[in-house]
């Protein structure tokens, strides 16, 4: 890597799986990014092997450079600059092509996005010159992936809401529809003057855009308002652009996650506070990178900054935002989740206990992490026999039971709901002196963690062990509730041959 813009970044190898049911990867990416990348690194490249970041992106990059000049799309001087452009993008996070130009999907539809919170700096200004330079790049990139014959394409920006959080301004404001207004234009003049520099070489197809909203006189951020009109003068003054339309927000996919964005487009974010699963098991709530970068340019009030808002609020980011775009930006996904503040420091967990025993001859362990108060505060279970498909709906079902006792869900609430499901391992239980057999898995862990947090011999009354034959595969019911069972006494039926003797024709 000596001489190119790997040479001193340090690397960490971890490993990732692009989703639960997949095989974990080995992944090198440089040492400060969060596991979030590594996931998308995993599902962004091809195959099921190791994956390395610099020999990933090297590969496309060396990919969209040979074709742009076997294409006659880019020059010997224009190549080597864009290959450094787009490497100084993705290394700094701050534009990345979409995932089908990651895998070498030809077919598809090539993107390009922007996170708008890499362009700001530790004090929370905005690069403006170097946000103008990505979007050249971008359009550049994309007319070399279609071939020099597309005439849209689909460069855009992502996390606006984490954006206008570090900015200090709540997405339902006037203040930050300025702001989008703003970037949108700015976005907008710089992709038609690249455009219009690209039609210079390989000749003109569209006229220039001569009317447009004026962006706003002024907005919260230095600058932008005068760098918005600037570029658009420029993109007006041109002889003519090589393409229909640049700017177009699109649906994310991993490569918005490769850079930290956690917002798609114009989206509002969703809180500031999000779930994740330690690398124990357990799951744990803390704050979004957005709530991070926004507690640290304006304490106390990332909560408040990044707080969902309403559908109305969407839409009045959308009006202001549309008239810049080329194509209408894509309806979201889903309506957010109610607010939550901000979690406090959470005191360091008690010990826990752990119980390993075997349910009808499958291992079992289970561990119940207890708060300084004594209260369960987390289970995890694990098997010693489980596909993928079963361990993640296993991980998915622990992971609302820990939200709810976290949100203060009794832990009893959770016994009557579970105690004496029935599936498979169940029968005789080895290795607990209380619980002598089970209709399940989930049956043994939810009665004993009854035994051990609800007062053990009130807990063994009120969910005492069923009879061996209860814990049976065929068995069917509760032990509570036994009807009777086949065969029954069921009526009379008369043959077919004697029904067809009282059919009567009827003329």
Not at 224 to 233: G, H, S, T
Not at 291 to 304: F, V
Not at 401 to 416: E, H, K, Q, W
Request: aromatic content about 4%.
């Amino acid at each position: 890597m000596a001489g190119t813009a790997w040479e001193g970044i340090a690397l960490r190898r971890t490993r990732a799986a692009a989703d639960p049911d997949s095989e974990p990867r080995s992944v090198a990416l440089p040492a400060a990014w969060e596991v979030e990348a590594a996931e998308a690194l995993a599902l962004l490249a091809p195959g099921a092997g190791p994956v390395a970041l610099p020999s990933l992106m090297e590969g496309w990059i060396g990919r969209l450079v040979g074709r742009g000049l076997q294409d006659g799309l880019l020059d010997a001087a224009q190549a080597p600059r864009l290959a450094e452009s787009l490497r100084h993008l993705v290394l700094s996070r701050r534009g990345v092509p979409g995932a089908a130009t990651w895998r070498g999907e030809s077919k598809a539809e090539p993107r390009f996005v922007l996170s708008l919170p890499a362009f700001l700096d530790d004090a929370g200004g905005f690069d403006i010159a170097a946000y103008g330079a990505a979007v050249e790049a971008g359009v550049q990139a994309l007319e070399v992936l279609g071939g020099g014959k597309a005439t849209r394409l689909r460069l855009g920006f992502a996390d606006l809401a984490g954006l206008l959080a570090a900015l200090g301004l709540p997405y339902d404001s006037e203040a930050a529809r300025d702001v989008a207004a703003c970037l949108a234009a700015l976005t907008r003049g710089a992709a038609e003057c690249a455009s219009a520099r690209i039609a210079e070489r390989l000749g003109a197809r569209e006229p220039a855009a001569l009317l447009w909203p004026a962006p706003p006189a002024r907005c919260a951020v230095p600058g932008l308002a005068a760098a918005a009109r600037r570029a658009l003068d420029a993109a007006g003054a041109t002889h003519g652009l090589r393409h229909q339309g640049c700017f177009v927000l699109t649906l994310p996919d991993a490569a918005e996650a490769l850079l930290g964005a956690e917002t798609g487009g114009l989206a509002p974010a969703q809180g500031a506070t999000r779930y994740v699963q330690a690398a124990d098991g357990s799951v744990v709530e803390q704050p979004t990178r957005a709530a991070r970068r926004a507690e640290s340019l304006h304490p106390g009030r990332a909560a408040a900054l990044l707080a969902p808002v309403s559908d109305s609020a969407r839409a009045a980011m959308e009006r202001a935002v549309s008239p810049y775009l080329h194509a209408a930006s894509p309806a979201p996904l889903a309506r957010p989740e109610p607010a939550r503040p901000l979690p406090p420091p959470r005191p360091a967990l008690a010990g826990g206990t752990v119980w390993k025993v075997v349910v009808g001859g499958h291992r079992v362990m289970l561990r119940a992490t207890e708060a300084p108060d004594g209260s369960l505060a987390e289970i995890t279970l694990s098997m010693g026999k489980e596909g993928s498909g079963f361990r993640g709906l296993l991980d998915g079902f622990l992971q609302a039971v820990n939200i709810g006792l976290a949100r203060g869900v009794p832990l009893s609430d959770y016994v009557a709901a579970f105690a004496y499901t029935r599936f498979g391992p169940s029968g005789a239980v080895e290795g607990d002196g209380e619980i002598l057999c089970a209709t399940s898995v989930l049956d043994w862990a939810f009665r004993r963690l009854a035994i051990a947090h609800l007062g053990g011999a009130a807990a063994r009354q009120l969910w005492p062990d069923p009879a061996l034959e209860d814990c049976a595969a065929e068995a069917t019911g509760t032990p509570a509730d036994r009807g009777p069972m086949l065969p029954l006494n069921l009526p009379e039926q008369p043959s077919p041959a004697a029904r067809r003797r009282t059919f009567r024709l009827v003329g």
